[in-house]
């Protein structure tokens, strides 16, 4: 892929902006590789914290379907996680490395799941307004310059369209229900509404990596651009359910011939992602323990592969 007379970097800016796929083995900026082991291990680290609000709500699901879906939705999110960690991984960033950088607060994650889940329409409303933000930004990932981020994301965003349906069906139940059930609905979505509005990073002109991410093809559309295309499109899915959006400056704007609405709080956003919102302790808490817990799987798991390795060895050389 590299000619002889530019220097690495232009050459390499040519071939993402002809399209081009950058694959593991091929030369890449160090910046380039570490920006997308930060994106791409922070968002597999969303999808594995993630699953600890829903997976609040499995015991307690009002029927078994329900449950089912629920537990297939929340299995999907440990996949997720699983492909973005070997993303990162064709990186050469090893996993226990992103493991212990989410563990000591070094790695981000979504600020989104810092916030609890105390009623059952918040199961509706993460499907619908969370994996509806999260497709709203993964849908651009497909076209991603970097080749296997953008390939797990084909999958992920066939799945997370699925989680998104199934939160509407949720919320629409609620909504069209008992006038006790459309205040549920109503309660959960005027507390997530503002944070789900943040889930996509801080406005474009206080948004430090987006020019670089931009140019190099990471990112595909800006922070703005795609908060406003999720208002536009999920208003109108508020209006549909009969509830009414958290927000006093929304407004249709025909010259924009886009929704305007109020400005985000982001002292809150910053404040979540600093590591100080309702549930962050508890979610990273939650997680060491689990890791703990399940460290003889992994060391079967490695001695089985080892045992493997060597059994493949030994018939080679008897061969
Ligand atoms: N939370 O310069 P930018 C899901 C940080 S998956 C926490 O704009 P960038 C599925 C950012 O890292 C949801 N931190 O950064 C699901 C940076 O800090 P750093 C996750 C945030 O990377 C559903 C600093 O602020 N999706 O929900 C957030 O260019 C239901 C400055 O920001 C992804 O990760 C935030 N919301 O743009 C699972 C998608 N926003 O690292 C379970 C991939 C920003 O420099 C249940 N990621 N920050 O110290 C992206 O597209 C980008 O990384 C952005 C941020 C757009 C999130």
């Not at 530019?6 to 593991?24: C, H, R």
């Not at 563990?103 to 009623?119: H, M």
């Not at 992602?273 to 079967?300: F, L, S, T």
Request: hydrophobic share 35%; aromatic share 10%.
């Amino acid at each position: 892929m590299m000619g002889t007379n530019v220097s690495l970097e232009e050459n390499f800016q040519a071939y993402v902006d002809g399209e081009n796929k950058v694959e593991p083995k091929d030369w890449m900026p160090e910046k380039y590789r570490r920006t997308l082991i930060r994106q791409i291990s922070q968002h597999a680290h969303s999808e594995i914290i993630g699953m600890q609000p829903e997976a609040n709500w499995i015991t307690r699901a009002p029927s078994l379907r329900a449950k089912l879906i629920l537990l297939a939705k929340v299995q999907d999110e440990a996949g997720h996680g699983l492909y973005l960690y070997s993303a990162a991984e064709t990186l050469g960033e090893p996993r226990e490395t992103m493991i212990s950088d989410l563990q000591s607060g070094k790695a981000k994650y979504s600020s989104i799941f810092n916030y609890p889940t105390p009623s059952w329409a918040d199961m509706g409303t993460i499907g619908w307004l969370v994996d509806g933000a999260a497709i709203q930004n993964q849908v651009m990932l497909t076209r991603t310059s970097y080749g296997p981020y953008a390939r797990a994301m084909v999958k992920i965003c066939k799945e997370e369209s699925f989680h998104q349906r199934q939160g509407y069906e949720v919320v629409m139940k609620l909504a069209q229900g008992t006038p006790e059930q459309k205040a549920m609905a109503q309660e959960s979505l005027n507390r997530w509404w503002w944070p789900s509005l943040m889930m996509f990073g801080p406005s474009d002109d206080e948004s430090p990596n987006s020019a670089q991410s931009m140019k190099w093809k990471i990112k595909r559309k800006s922070n703005d651009t795609l908060r406003q295309e999720f208002v536009d499109k999920t208003v109108p899915q508020v209006e549909y359910l009969g509830l009414t959006v958290p927000d006093s400056d929304l407004k249709w704007n025909e010259a924009r011939g886009h929704y305007d609405f109020g400005v985000i709080n982001w002292d809150e956003f910053y404040n979540v992602v600093q590591g100080n919102g309702p549930c962050n302790k508890e979610r990273i808490a939650h997680h060491v323990e689990a890791h703990e817990e399940g460290a003889w799987v992994r060391e079967a798991a490695n001695a089985f592969a080892q045992k493997q390795a060597q059994r493949k060895k030994n018939t080679g050389a008897a061969a």
